[in-house]
């Protein structure tokens, strides 16, 4: 069963940076796909970005450029560096895993997800 658990979120200015974590815990299985993925108030989850367990990564239009998601395996952790912050940014961010290498930008694809961090810009 993994276990998901984010931290770093905050509020911060436009144009600003913040990095976000996710513990990972609970699967030692060597192949596998993490993704973050935000969901403002009124509006339906959606994918940010994904890297799977060759080190592949995807990003979503909207934050191509400004995000970078990357992974420590040593410390089982999984980050989101964002950085040119934009008032449309702001959302509740959460981790996935799915136990498959094949990444997905759909949370339906999802069995696994943290609690979730809130982000603001303003």
């Known amino acids: 069963h993994v276990q998901l658990v984010e931290s770093g979120g905050g509020s911060v200015q436009v144009g600003g940076s913040l990095t976000l974590s996710c513990a990972v815990s609970g699967y030692t299985g060597s192949t596998y796909c993490l993704g973050w993925f935000r969901q403002a108030p009124g509006k339906e989850r959606e994918g940010v970005a994904t890297?799977?367990?060759?080190?592949?990564?995807n990003y979503a239009d909207s934050v191509k450029g400004r995000f970078t998601i990357s992974e420590d395996n040593a410390k089982n952790t999984l980050y989101l560096q964002m950085n040119s912050l934009k008032p449309e940014d702001t959302a509740s961010y959460y981790c996935?895993?799915?136990?498959?290498?094949?990444?997905?930008?759909?949370?339906?694809?999802?069995?696994?997800w943290g609690q979730g961090t809130q982000v603001t810009v303003s």
């Open positions: 890297i799977d367990s060759d080190g592949s990564t």
């Open positions: 996935a895993a799915r136990v498959y290498r094949l990444c997905s930008d759909k949370a339906a694809d999802y069995i696994s």
